[in-house]
T-cell receptor, first 112, second 112 residues
């Protein structure tokens, strides 16, 4: 049982480049989330998906797009990366609010 | 969504009991209170969840007064390995797929 898997673990981008962060969960969870965490800061919600086919903006959605490809997969895309998007990105999944959320191991992204 | 307020940081020594209080003055009837722990370079992990009174598991206790406007996470006899960031979340368990907002959390530093 892998839980929540994020790829890649590390990535360096040049300003203006695009990339997609992948997230997959094998727990049949309904909801999935993308967060960013800057050094010394808490987690900030970028986008979330309540169920397959639906996505909603979180606290800091600007500069990002998401796709809930199916129940298992939720991807985060940076169309034109900026140095301000240098951060650690976490994906999470959740069955219901009365159960626990599970997190991936994170993707450390540096934009130069 | 109920807004939560926690202390930014706390210090303790090994073997002491640590109590972290979270304020959630506008908590709604269907809201549950959930606490997560995050170690550096890792995603948060679930500690404990409750609705009212007291909940205890092998890791911590959660105290919730009758008015539910606050909650206290109690960590008995902390060790150096309990140094982490602790997040308090409040949310309606019956609204599937609602935003999971973590906030800044409380950084607990345990010294020997």
């Amino acid at each position: 049982n892998a839980g929540v898997t994020q790829t890649p673990k590390f990535q360096v981008l040049k300003t203006g480049q695009s990339m997609t962060l992948q997230c997959a969960q094998d727990m049949n969870h309904n909801s999935m989330y993308w967060y960013r965490q800057d050094p010394g800061m808490g987690l900030r919600l970028i986008y979330y998906s309540a169920s397959e086919g639906t996505t909603d903006k979180g606290e800091v959605p600007n500069g990002y797009n998401v796709s809930r490809l199916n129940k298992r997969e939720f991807s985060l895309r940076l169309e034109s990366a900026a140095p301000s998007q240098t951060s650690v990105y976490f994906c999470a999944s959740l069955l219901r609010r009365d159960t626990e959320a599970f997190f991936g191991q994170g993707t450390r992204l540096t934009v130069v | 969504l109920a807004k939560t307020t926690q202390p930014i940081s706390m210090d303790s020594y090994e073997g002491q009991e640590v109590n972290i209080t979270c304020s959630h003055n506008n908590i709604a009837t269907n809201d549950y209170i959930t606490w997560y722990q995050q170690f550096p370079s890792q995603g948060p992990r679930f500690i404990i969840q409750g609705y009212k009174t007291k909940v205890t598991n092998e890791v911590a206790s959660l105290f919730i007064p009758a008015d539910r406007k606050s909650s206290t996470l109690s960590l008995p006899r902390v060790s150096l390995s309990d140094t982490a960031v602790y997040y308090c979340l409040v949310g309606d368990i019956w609204q599937a797929g609602t935003a999971l907002i973590f906030g800044k959390g409380t950084t607990l530093s345990v010294s020997s």
